[in-house]
């Protein structure tokens, strides 16, 4: 979940990570701590999450950072990385995002980059990960035409985990389209 701190007035103050979390039934981690000037992230699980911690990057303006867990699937561990970029994606924002991957497997890394897919940062990203996306589509188009070359939100795997399918909702409520991928560890 991106910008989901408590203290945002145009949440209404309220949290909604967990009522998301409660309503769904789920586990949830939120991070940073909400503090002024900085965006809530939060990871909301079906299955337990382990090890959760908040790591803070560079940033001019609005303080970013990157939630970092382990999500246990049925005893298959996941390493998530949850996080929302400042504006355009700073590459500076996005090397330190992927030195906190270093030494680590079966990885899912997703959020509000703020980059596109034409950008340097997806290419840098692409190096270490796969875009999930591109991973289940590699024409870049789905079997419903969608063909989402302009997003910035992104799901990113490690070359172990296989997708099964991945979607793009091009409309909805957020001022973003969505995108889900469903991942077998």
Do not use: C
Not at 6 to 16: H, K, L, S, T
Not at 94 to 122: E, H, K, T
């Amino acid at each position: 979940m991106q910008e989901s701190d408590a203290a945002r007035i145009a949440n209404g103050n309220d949290d909604i990570v967990r009522y998301f979390a409660n309503q769904l039934e789920m586990f949830s981690y939120y991070g940073p701590k909400t503090t002024a000037g900085t965006f809530g992230i939060a990871l909301l699980s079906r299955y337990p999450i382990r090890e959760p911690e908040t790591f803070y990057l560079y940033s001019e303006g609005e303080q970013v950072a990157v939630i970092s867990a382990v999500v246990d699937m049925d005893g298959k561990p996941l390493q998530v990385f949850v996080t929302h970029l400042g504006n355009g994606g700073p590459m500076i924002q996005q090397q330190q995002f992927l030195q906190l991957m270093a030494g680590s497997s079966r990885i899912v890394a997703l959020g509000d980059f703020n980059f596109r897919p034409d950008s340097p940062q997806y290419a840098l990203t692409t190096q270490f990960l796969r875009d999930a996306w591109t991973k289940r589509w590699p024409n870049w188009e789905d079997d419903l035409g969608h063909h989402p070359d302009a997003k910035i939100d992104h799901i990113f795997v490690s070359e172990d985990l296989t997708v099964l399918d991945a979607r793009y909702y091009p409309s909805g409520p957020s001022d973003h389209p969505a995108l889900t991928a469903v991942i077998k560890p």
